[in-house]
């Protein structure tokens, strides 16, 4: 009798065991199998949509056209704005064509960067495209990707991604983008703004007159004309 006991009790105690091992495969393929995936999505390639624009005019910088030109516009915009985006999407290029590219204007663009972390960094990649050359080709690329505002389209992932699509060297834009180098450039930008009575984006200064976009042709024009 106490033989047959002691036998159920090994028994038990090898089922035991027996449960607790498929238990431990069990949780550790789980395991693998979550790493396995946030690996995945951690290394995730970001899908950029490069746009299919003409060469902007005369670009030096942060500036297109003639520095001799006789009106001169600031553009100060938000890259998660969507009126900046509207901007860039439809009437950009027409004001590009049609003042700067006939040496008429000298179009300079100008952060103000106030939606939040991801206008900031927005703002900050841009100047680091900017010390290797391209800062409209990143204005370009980040205006085609837009998404809406404080979305994640402009998280830091992206920001290189946007660099990388357009050949710029990754180790000087890293290096520039996660070292803050242009942190403070960027709320001098914003302080800038607010000094000339910037409140929203896009607005433009035309030869020192604050206009918003639909009405920057006429100001331009008006310019032109002397008045």
């Known amino acids: ?60 910088g942060m500036n297109l056209g003639d520095p001799n030109a006789p009106v001169k516009v600031v553009e100060f915009a938000d890259f998660q704005c969507v009126v900046c985006h509207e901007y860039w999407l439809k009437m950009e290029s027409s004001i590009l064509d049609t003042y700067v590219a006939t040496g008429k204007v000298y179009y300079t663009f100008a952060n103000f960067a106030f939606f939040g972390k991801e206008s900031s960094d927005a703002a900050a990649a841009a100047y680091c495209a900017n010390d290797q050359g391209k800062f409209w080709e990143y204005h370009d690329v980040i205006f085609a990707n837009y998404k809406g505002e404080n979305v994640g389209g402009f998280v830091p992932k992206n920001l290189k991604a946007f660099a990388e699509s357009l050949g710029l060297d990754m180790t000087t834009f890293n290096s520039c983008f996660d070292s803050g180098k242009y942190a403070q450039k960027v709320i001098d930008d914003a302080a800038y703004a607010r000094s000339q009575n910037v409140t929203g984006t896009p607005s433009f200064l035309v030869n020192g007159k604050l206009v918003y976009a639909n009405d920057l042709a006429a100001t331009i024009e008006a310019a032109l004309a002397g008045k």
């Open 1 to 60: 009798m106490a033989k047959t006991v002691s036998n159920k009790k090994r028994n038990e105690a090898r089922r035991r065991r027996n449960n607790l091992t498929v238990i431990l495969i069990i949780a550790a393929f789980a395991i693998v199998v979550v790493g396995m995936i946030i690996i995945s999505q951690s290394n995730g390639q970001v899908d950029v949509t490069l746009p299919n624009l003409p060469a902007k005019p005369q670009p030096s």
